[in-house]
């Protein structure tokens, strides 16, 4: 059994028994809000249930080290569309303690990368077009100051609207505490 013959099994049960039924809700989030956090594991459940979002409450975003890389990337247009077309009127970027991207050995990465058959010569070329690898696949060494970085980023964005709070946090990926970072509610401007 593969995992893929996993997800299919148990798939085929929970739409019969219809499970579905207890999460049913809307594509609008009830609690109004958009959520930037990390893809970390220990966060899949973690990150929702120990704000008290249930499933309907939050769009959200995740990806490693719940960074904004590129200010017009995939991250950046979630939040935007978040807010501007599917009903979010607040934004929460929330950083974990112990997390994979902080502090990542970005030469550690392009050695696996090499081990498993990505040329020298590809990383050259990559490198030559102008595409920073380092920043590409880099993280961060605190991540209070990252989820401070991604909030200017996101505040000062030529798109975004100011009047948007945007709320801050850091999660214990064992206990779930927050810790506030920034209060969003602090920082708007009015339209
Ligand atoms: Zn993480």
Same mark, same amino acid.
């Given at each position: 059994m593969t995992l893929l013959d996993d997800i299919l099994g148990f798939n085929e049960n929970f739409v019969a028994d219809k499970v579905y039924e207890s999460y049913e809700t809307s594509k609008v989030p009830t609690m109004k809000a958009v959520m930037l956090t990390c893809m970390d594991t220990r966060l899949l459940d973690l990150s929702t249930k120990a704000l008290g979002f249930k499933n309907g409450d939050v769009k959200v975003v995740k990806n490693a080290g719940a960074t904004i890389t590129h200010p017009y990337g995939s991250t950046m247009k979630s939040l935007l569309v978040g807010i501007?077309?599917?009903?979010?009127e607040e934004i929460i970027i929330m950083g974990h303690k @112990?997390?994979?991207?902080?502090?990542?050995?970005v030469d550690q990465v392009l050695g696996t990368m090499k081990e498993r058959g990505i040329k020298d010569e590809t990383i050259s070329v990559l490198e030559h077009s102008g595409i920073d690898l380092n920043h590409f696949l880099g993280g961060f060494s605190d991540v209070r100051e990252n989820v401070r970085a991604n909030i200017d980023m996101v505040f000062n964005h030529?798109?975004? @609207?100011?009047s948007v709070p945007i709320h801050g946090l850091v999660i214990d990926?064992?206990?779930g505490e927050v810790e506030l970072i920034q209060n969003g509610y602090d920082k708007v401007v009015s339209n």
């Open positions: 501007y077309a599917l009903g979010a @112990d997390c994979g991207m902080g502090g990542i050995n030529p798109l975004f @609207d100011q990926p064992h206990t």
